[in-house]
């Protein structure tokens, strides 16, 4: 049992609540039931540690059970270890350190299906946003999610709880310009969906049924002129009441679902 919070192993797991230290190590921490959950049962091959408290192995026994039968390597801490380990002040008993979940862009692309559905996270800077759009792309069936150089990192603690858990589960990928992701993207074949609150057409108006990635901007200024000029459609929620906008997870994520109703439907 680790019972030093003190200790130089947790100190390591602590600094990868930086983002320096992720780039050196190759490492990035998963907090609480359910990221570590999913990062057992999905990705068992990126997981490197996990660390529990003796009353959180009781209570999420199947979690600790997945681990052990995976080969993994499970530590016992004391509440005040994993305190000190976590970025979170209630990390709720379970952490794990992981390997990166990012793929290569040519890879990814070329392993999208024919009618495939991207999202594509340009200069998005909020932790809690980028997060929440991974987990409604998850959630609506996404087939990739591609987040530029120019946002937040996706294994920062904040975009890993944000998650809940979906980071594990669609395919992500990081660190590319803007420029060469929408060039991969109109290379395969897939049409460039820019979602913008000025667009000329409506979200029930445009055709989903063919393979296509939204384009989300920045939280506070939207996209870019150029990232928005590049792209074949610029599309825009319709807003029946009094609401002035909406936030970009809400956008994105009612983008992602009449995508995922039109696949549905096909």
Known sequence: M??????????AVRALSRRSAR???????AEGPQAVREAVRCRPELVRDVFV?????????????VAAAAGLAVSEVTPEVLAAMC?????????????PVDVPLQRAVAALPPAGLVC?????????????????????????????????????????????????????VVGVPVAAILAALRDAGVALLAADGAGPTLLPEVDLRRAHAWVMGNEAWGLLPEVRDACDEVVRVPIYG????LNLAMAATLCLYASAEARRST
């Open 87 to 99: 970025d979170t002040e209630s990390p709720q008993g379970l952490a794990a350190v992981c390997r």
């Open 242 to 245: 009094r609401a002035e906008s």
């Open 23 to 29: 780039s050196r190590t190759g490492l990035f921490l």
């Open 53 to 65: 408290t003796a009353e959180a192995a009781a209570r999420h026994r199947p979690i600790v059970e």
């Open 2 to 11: 680790l019972t030093n919070p003190r200790s130089d192993r947790v100190k």
């Open 120 to 172: 594509v996270l340009t200069h998005v800077r909020d932790p809690g946003n980028a997060g929440t759009v991974i987990r409604g792309a998850d959630a609506a069936g996404a087939d990739l999610v591609v987040v530029s150089d120019a946002s937040v990192d996706v294994h920062s603690p904040k975009v890993v709880r944000s998650t809940a858990g979906s980071l594990f589960h669609v395919p992500v």
